[in-house]
């Protein structure tokens, strides 16, 4: 089996490096096209009005000074069009991808851009401790110990075309896992979103974009959910964004 791994943390995140580790324990035909630098929040943008450079890190790892669907595509149509990869594994990314972080994640894009090009993907993030210190602790070694046995179970199972996987590892140590769960997409009932305002050394307001870190109602079965219960959450996603609910309602509407 061919895996081709990436991320949008960046060639060099210590995530990419335990990525490596999970594919090699599954096969090892394990090829890595990820971005030279941080690509977090760039969701599924591509370049398209500057050239690409294409890195060789050695036989099997490259960087591209690009987007995380940017690697996939120069991976599946480039580098590796001869035999293209069976799996795409994407992340391990540096904080969790939950309800509408979704919509703005590289990470996840990467998966989508894999499935839009026909190859199984999944993305994979491990939530950040949440600490009244502000320190953020990272248990990457959950993710290490649970990713390939649950990697090994998805990819037994039956996948439709236009499905990809979102794996959301929760902020504990291995053996404090209490399972594996399916979740739906959670939504957050407060905007997090916060606008830092600063100014330069000659007076120029500057911004910083930023979340603050507060934890949002639970609802039972959604991806914040599990990871309140110390689950791993398998969220499936479709790439059609269709929805179904509105549907019926406005299609009444334009009968009238
Ligand atoms: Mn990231």
């Known amino acids: 089996?061919?895996?081709?791994?990436?991320?949008?943390?960046?060639?060099?995140?210590?995530?990419?490096?335990?990525?490596?580790?999970?594919?090699?324990?599954?096969?090892?035909?394990?090829?890595?096209?990820?971005?030279?630098?941080?690509?977090?929040?760039?969701?599924?943008?591509?370049t398209l009005h500057s050239p690409l450079r294409l890195r060789a890190i050695d036989e099997r790892t490259y960087a591209v000074a690009g987007t995380p669907t940017d690697c996939v595509i120069m991976a599946v149509r480039h580098l590796l069009k001869d035999q293209p990869p069976d799996l795409i594994l994407s992340g391990v990314n540096h904080g969790s991808n939950l309800a509408e972080d979704i919509t703005y994640s590289g990470t996840v894009a990467a998966a989508m851009e894999g499935t839009l090009l026909g190859v199984r993907s999944i993305a994979l993030s491990l939530m950040m401790g949440f600490e009244e210190d502000g320190k953020r602790t990272a248990f990457w070694?959950?993710?290490?110990?649970?990713?390939?046995?649950?990697?090994?179970?998805?990819?037994?199972?039956?996948?439709?075309p236009g499905t990809l996987i979102?794996?959301?590892?929760?902020?504990?140590?291995?053996?404090?896992?209490?399972?594996?769960?399916?979740?739906?997409?959670?939504?957050?009932?407060?905007?997090?979103?916060?606008?830092?305002?600063?100014?330069?050394?000659?007076?120029?307001?500057?911004?910083?974009?930023?979340?603050?870190?507060?934890?949002?109602?639970?609802v039972e079965g959604t991806d914040l959910s599990a990871m309140a219960d110390g689950k791993i959450s398998v969220t499936p996603l479709s790439l059609n964004l269709t929805d179904r609910d509105a549907f019926a309602a406005l299609e009444q509407l334009v009968a009238r």
Request: cysteine-free.
């Open 166 to 218: 979102n794996v959301n590892f929760p902020d504990v140590s291995p053996e404090k896992i209490s399972g594996i769960t399916v979740t739906r997409q959670g939504v957050r009932d407060q905007n997090l979103l916060n606008i830092d305002s600063r100014s330069d050394p000659w007076g120029t307001p500057y911004f910083w974009f930023g979340f603050e870190r507060r934890r949002s109602t639970l």
């Open 1 to 46: 089996m061919r895996i081709l791994i990436t991320n949008d943390d960046g060639i060099n995140a210590k995530g990419l490096e335990i990525l490596k580790a999970i594919a090699l324990g599954l096969s090892p035909d394990v090829w890595t096209v990820a971005p030279e630098t941080n690509q977090s929040g760039t969701s599924h943008s591509m």
């Open 141 to 160: 070694e959950t993710a290490l110990a649970h990713a390939p046995s649950l990697i090994r179970m998805l990819i037994e199972a039956p996948w439709r």
